[in-house]
């Protein structure tokens, strides 16, 4: 181990399933799981639960000091980078950008975090309730599954109705939805071509703002990339 690694706390990543080796359904995870390969930063996976995770969320992390055994947790996958780029164990994208690529990496998240996160939530929830239901609480046996599954749909119909998303048809949601993903195929050509310009050799990646270098957007579209692809419902 190099002196840089063994400096650094060792990680628990718990992802809300036990499907290891494989991508899980949350866009979330896999951000932050692509963010810590990006960075070369080693890390164990345990499934643990929404119900003991800081705030209540999917995923967290618990970070275990190599000096002393002291230990910490963190939720949002937002909130978990920024606090190891701060402490130094994560590169921080932005260095040696212009000064416009953190609004326009802002602008791409909040569009998918923050918009495209709630259609998908209906999709998931509201049209294959079912298929979702077992799959997120695969944990609750049955029939308690039954009894919990029927309280986040409650609760998840009533967030989304006060938020905006639940108040429009399916029609007019996969319209939003596809705006969206439009946009982005969009994004990724005009990257593309970019990246060509600049005789990008073709095994080499792309960035989806078209830079040298990854930004915390490419995590975040990344993850519903693979979220979209994999989930069943």
């Not at 499907?19 to 930063?41: A, H, I, M, Q």
């Not at 989806?208 to 915390?216: K, M, V």
């Amino acid at each position: 181990m190099s002196t840089e690694q063994s400096s650094r706390p060792h990680l628990t990543l718990y992802r809300g399933w036990e499907d290891r080796g494989c991508y899980v359904w949350s866009p979330f995870v896999t951000k932050l799981e692509l963010r810590l390969r990006l960075s070369n930063f080693p890390y164990t996976i345990e499934s643990g639960s929404s119900t003991t995770a800081p705030k209540g969320k999917i995923p967290y992390i618990e970070l275990r000091s190599r000096e002393d055994g002291s230990s910490s947790a963190l939720a949002d996958s937002t909130l978990i980078i920024k606090h190891l780029v701060e402490r130094g164990y994560l590169e921080d994208l932005y260095v040696s950008k212009p000064s416009t690529t953190r609004a326009h990496d802002v602008a791409i998240r909040a569009m998918l975090e923050d918009r495209l996160y709630f259609y998908h939530t209906r999709e998931r929830w509201l049209e294959n309730y079912y298929v979702q239901r077992d799959k997120a609480l695969w944990s609750v046996p049955y029939p308690i599954r039954v009894v919990v599954g029927l309280l986040v749909h409650r609760t998840l119909s009533q967030m989304l109705h006060a938020q905006g998303t639940g108040r429009y048809t399916a029609d007019e949601i996969r319209l939003f939805r596809r705006e969206i993903w439009e946009a982005v195929n969009e994004l990724l050509e005009a990257s593309v071509r970019q990246s060509a310009q600049r005789k990008v050799l073709q095994d080499e990646p792309f960035w989806c703002l078209g830079g040298p270098g990854p930004t915390e957007a490419d995590m975040v579209l990344y993850g519903f990339i693979v979220s979209v692809l994999v989930s069943k419902s």
